[in-house]
């Protein structure tokens, strides 16, 4: 007996219904295999305004209070420039130079241009817009000094990320420089440097993908409070 053409109809439909299935399910599965898109945090960022983010910095900053019960008098902070929308980081160096601690900033390639472990350079100045700089060919700002410190050498090394999850998993900036900066100290154990993230509330997500070479963060400040990992 042959079909009617409604049938027919019914049979293809389902057919093509069949078809998108596996298409369906890798959608889901690259889905949940996958962080977002950098770019999404970076738009979001873009968008505030010169005086919205210096006001979320000053509401991230009331929290450093918090952190100070945990740091030795004296203690080297590794600091850097907010150049890319990130949360202002001249609220850092302000902090810094009312507690007498000793502020820092990194240098890429200081042990020629492939190294991607960073090295740190003490900041003399108390705003960091009068800092002389060079711009490195990745686009970001860089101060030079005879005397450079490991990362291990440092008390505390405030983060740059794109986002963060609930359990301190951080997503770069892209490069590694420092995920790499950080492996050996990580690896090993050592207690420094701690390791902070500096964000807006927006940048923290409840979960991200973790990568062998990733390296989680010990505690996020944002605008709305610090939390320890």
């Not at 053409?5 to 078809?19: C, P, R, V």
């Amino acid at each position: 007996m042959s079909k009617s053409a409604s049938q027919q109809q019914s049979d293809t439909s389902l057919s093509n219904l069949s078809n998108d299935i596996p298409t369906i399910t890798d959608a889901l599965t690259n889905l949940a295999t996958s962080n977002p898109p950098r770019r999404q945090f970076t738009r979001q960022r873009r968008q505030l305004s010169a005086n919205e983010r210096q006001q979320h910095a000053r509401d991230a900053s009331l929290h450093l209070i918090k952190l100070q019960q945990r740091l030795p008098a004296g203690a080297r902070i590794g600091l850097y420039y907010d150049g890319f929308g990130e949360l202002p980081t001249q609220p850092l160096l302000d902090w810094c130079q009312r507690l007498d601690y000793r502020p820092y900033l990194p240098v890429v390639g200081s042990l020629g241009q492939h190294d991607k472990r960073l090295r740190f350079v003490p900041i003399y100045h108390t705003k960091l817009l009068n800092i002389p700089t060079r711009i490195h060919n990745l686009g970001m700002k860089q101060n030079y000094h005879r005397r450079l410190l490991w990362a291990q050498e440092l008390d505390v090394i405030i983060c740059p990320l794109t986002a963060v999850d609930n359990n301190g998993n951080r997503m770069g900036m892209g490069g590694g420089f420092y995920d790499t900066t950080l492996a050996k100290s990580y690896q090993s154990g050592t207690k420094n440097p701690l390791k902070i993230g500096w964000c807006y509330d927006f940048q923290r997500v409840e979960s991200l993908i973790r990568q062998p070479w990733d390296v989680p963060l010990n505690s996020l400040i944002t605008p709305s409070g610090l939390t320890w990992f």
